[in-house]
Structure formats: C-alpha cells, structure tokens
Antibody, heavy 119, light 107 residues
Framework: EVRLLESGGGLVPPGGSLRLSCAAS????????MTWVRQAPGKGLEWVSA????????FYADSVKGRFTISRDNSKSTLYLQMNSLRADDTAIYYC????????????WGQGTLVTVSS | DIQMTQSPSSLSASVGDRVTITCRAS??????LAWYQQKPDKAPKSLIN???RLQSGVPSRFSGSGSATDFTLTISSLQPEDSATYYC?????????FGQGTRLEIK
C-alpha cells in the first residue's frame, strides 16, 4: 500500500522559513517523480514543485521560484520542501504527491500538512 | 503557462443523472490531462489520467474523453458519494496547471 506522510507544517511569521518532509512507503521511491501541491484556505489546487526520480531535475511554479527548494533523499524514501522568505499568501495545506508512470499525473496523495504564515 | 478553464464552476444534479464537466486548455496538450476528485477536508483522489484512463479502483461510471484543447469528465449515473469538487490538470508541460474546480452537489 502506497503511503505518503507529510510533516513539518506549522505557524511561521512572514519572512520565516520552514522545511516540509514527506516519508514515502509502499513503492520504489527512487523510480518516481515526486510533487508538491498546495491549497490555500477555501481555494483550488495549485501545483508548487516537482523533482525527477534521480533528483537531477527540479521544476517550480513562478510563485515560489527562488524561495522554495525541492529535494529528495532516495536512501531514506523522503521528499523535502525547503520554504524560505515565506509570505502570507503561502498559507495553505501542502500535499506531497507521487507521480504515476506518466510524469506529471499524480496517482497517490498524502493527507497534507498545514502551513500558516502569520505574525 | 497553459491556462485550464472548467465549466460549470458548480452544478447540482440528482442521483442517477448523467453529469458532464468540461475542461478547456489554452493551447493543445494532446492527451496529457488528468482529473481529480476532492471531498471536503480530504486530500484529492486521482480519477483519470491520459484524458481517458481510469485509475485503479475508480468506479466505471466515471469516464473521460477529449484531446488537444477540449476535455470532458462524465459520471454516467450519479451516486450520493460523488458529491465533491472536481479538478482537471494539464501535465503537457511545466508549470503544471489545474482548472479552478467544479463543485458538484447532489439535489
């Protein structure tokens, strides 16, 4: 059974930093592209970032480029999102997601972790 | 960036009805289109990829069609548990983009 367990969310002041983690199990982590998607309160889904299976290729939404860094540790089956210079509009539930055989199409989602940026 | 536009934004239908949701891409995306279902306070669930391929375990009353710029998600016989918000997503190119969502309510 595929499981994705996010952690690291919480309350952070504007300008602060936070690192999200996603522990994966139930599949060969090193074989799949992984993705972060967020959802602001009462809003729709927003794609944030993705990283290739080896970690050699990364992609970002314009809204987070230069502030967020995606990474992975295949030896630990763990995905990360380092978030710096956080703003109020980064407040959202952040979902870790596994891409399927078609890169870009998610087949499994984590339960999400809430990030609140507020003073 | 590729813009994804869903219609309608919301709809209400009765159990047993046939329901169709439309998704339009601002440029051609071949069949690189996925659909997701999200119930209140829950993580999204993957329904369809490749415009028409059902994910494992998804009921056969769900189907997808289309290519290039115009796509549809159809529920052939609406069930009470289908009350949710549905999102389309293009993965033809980065940045990946979602539609704004369609809220489906059961009358």
């Amino acid at each position: 059974e595929v499981r994705l367990l996010e952690s690291g969310g919480g309350l952070v002041p504007p300008g602060g930093s936070l690192r999200l983690s996603c522990a994966a199990s139930g599949f060969t982590f090193s074989s799949y592209t992984m993705t972060w998607v967020r959802q602001a309160p009462g809003k729709g889904l927003e794609w944030v970032s993705a990283i290739s299976d080896s970690g050699s290729n990364t992609f970002y939404a314009d809204s987070v480029k230069g502030r967020f860094t995606i990474s992975r540790d295949n030896s630990k089956s763990t995905l990360y999102l380092q978030m710096n210079s956080l703003r109020a509009d980064d407040t959202a539930i952040y979902y870790c997601a596994k891409d399927g055989d078609s890169v870009g199409a998610v087949d499994y989602w984590g339960q999400g972790t809430l990030v609140t940026v507020s003073s | 960036d590729i813009q994804m536009t869903q219609s309608p934004s919301s709809l209400s239908a009765s159990v047993g009805d046939r329901v169709t949701i439309t998704c339009r891409a601002s440029q051609g995306i071949s069949s690189w289109l996925a659909w997701y279902q999200q119930k209140p306070d829950k993580a999204p669930k993957s329904l369809i990829n490749g415009a028409s391929r059902l994910q494992s375990g998804v009921p056969s009353r769900f189907s997808g069609s289309g290519s290039a710029t115009d796509f549809t998600l159809t529920i052939s016989s609406l069930q009470p548990e289908d009350s949710a918000t549905y999102y389309c997503q293009q993965y033809n190119s980065y940045p990946i983009t979602f539609g704004q969502g369609t809220r489906l309510e059961i009358k």
